[in-house]
């Protein structure tokens, strides 16, 4: 901020701030026990396919219990994971979990439901993030094609020249590559094109009043348009009522998720969810025609 208020002005470093940063300081070290003493979980959102209802895939989310009890939101730790240079191992750690993850579920029965795993823009770009992939899923010798990464948009289109040789070496993999909270960035449209992208994931913000905020309703149904031209799937995201799996449906979204379905569970609990079959979808079908 001082900076923007040029020079020979001062800028005050009030309490408040400092209070800021200490808890930020006291947070970033915390997070390194963390890593170290396992605090952290991975818990798994459903994905449903919106003309069948069945689960067709997981997002992996991550959770941090302190050892005092208290959970602490990816929206505070992740921020500053990313700021004190503490992403890639709690990444790593990320990626490595739900692999071992999906090698518990086939010893359970479960081979055809692919975990999501979210990548920091930071992680990607600083790290060999395809690499270390490669390594991690031959190690647990599990199918590829189970595992999938989110990217935010930001995060790749920020230097897309750079990502798409590190896509690539995903993509080729047989990893799918999600494009998360679509919309709420930019995105070159050549680009779009381009990269090897399989999905697009409509951000919550857009989803939120689809079917009261006309606006909003038509924005959803141009990111649909455009993920089908481009032959990507389009998954809608933070879908929590009957009337936005109604409008969802009826313009072809794909797949669904959000705590309308089901929230965040642990492993366990995904493998009973889906050991208990598709979802029931809300009848939309042929409204009353109306007369000529
Ligand atoms: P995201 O990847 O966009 O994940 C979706 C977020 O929406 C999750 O928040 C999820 O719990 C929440 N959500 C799902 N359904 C609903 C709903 O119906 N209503 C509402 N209000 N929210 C819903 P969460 O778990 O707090 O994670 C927040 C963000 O933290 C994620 O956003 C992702 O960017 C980041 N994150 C989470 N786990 C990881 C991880 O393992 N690695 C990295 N790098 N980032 C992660
Ligand atoms: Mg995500
Ligand atoms: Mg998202
Ligand atoms: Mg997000």
């Known amino acids: 901020n001082a900076k923007h208020e040029g020079r020979g002005r001062f800028a005050f470093f009030t309490p408040l701030m400092q209070e800021a940063v200490s808890r930020r ?20 959102q459903p994905k449903v396919n919106a003309v069948s ?11 941090w219990t302190q050892r005092d009890g208290k959970p602490i939101p990816p929206s505070i730790f992740i921020p500053v994971a990313e700021e004190t240079g503490r992403i890639d191992p709690i990444g790593s750690w990320a990626l ?5 993850e999906l090698a518990r579920w086939r010893t359970r029965g479960v081979t055809d439901t692919p975990i999501a795993v979210n990548i920091s823009p930071l992680q990607f770009r600083r790290t060999n993030v395809a690499g270390f992939i490669e390594a991690v899923v031959s190690r647990a010798a599990i199918d590829p094609g189970l595992l999938e990464v989110e990217l935010t948009e930001s995060g790749v289109m920020s230097d897309p020249a750079t990502a798409i040789e590190a896509l690539q070496r ?25 990269l090897p992208i399989d999905k697009l994931k409509i951000d919550a913000s857009f989803v939120r009043d689809i079917a ?18 481009l032959n990507m799937t389009v998954v809608a995201e933070g879908v929590e ?11 072809a ?13 642990s492993g366990d609990a995904m493998l009973e969810l889906l050991a208990r079959g598709p979802f029931i979808l809300p009848q939309t079908g042929p409204r009353a025609v109306p007369c000529p």
């Open 25 to 44: 300081l006291q947070l970033g070290s915390a997070l390194q026990r963390a890593i170290d003493d396992d605090e952290f979980v991975l818990h798994y």
């Open 53 to 63: 209802g069945a689960v067709c895939g997981a997002e992996a989310l991550i959770r």
């Open 96 to 100: 490595q979990e739900a692999v071992a």
């Open 170 to 194: 995903i993509s080729a993999q047989g990893i799918a590559i999600a494009i998360d909270d679509f919309g709420t960035g930019y995105s070159s449209l050549a680009y779009l094109k381009r």
């Open 212 to 229: 009261t905020d006309p606006s909003d309703g038509a924005i959803v149904r141009a990111i649909i348009t455009l993920a089908h031209v």
């Open 241 to 251: 009522t009957a009337a936005q799996v109604e409008f969802l449906m009826a313009h």
């Open 253 to 265: 979204c794909d797949e669904l998720q959000g705590n309308y379905f089901s929230e965040p569970v």
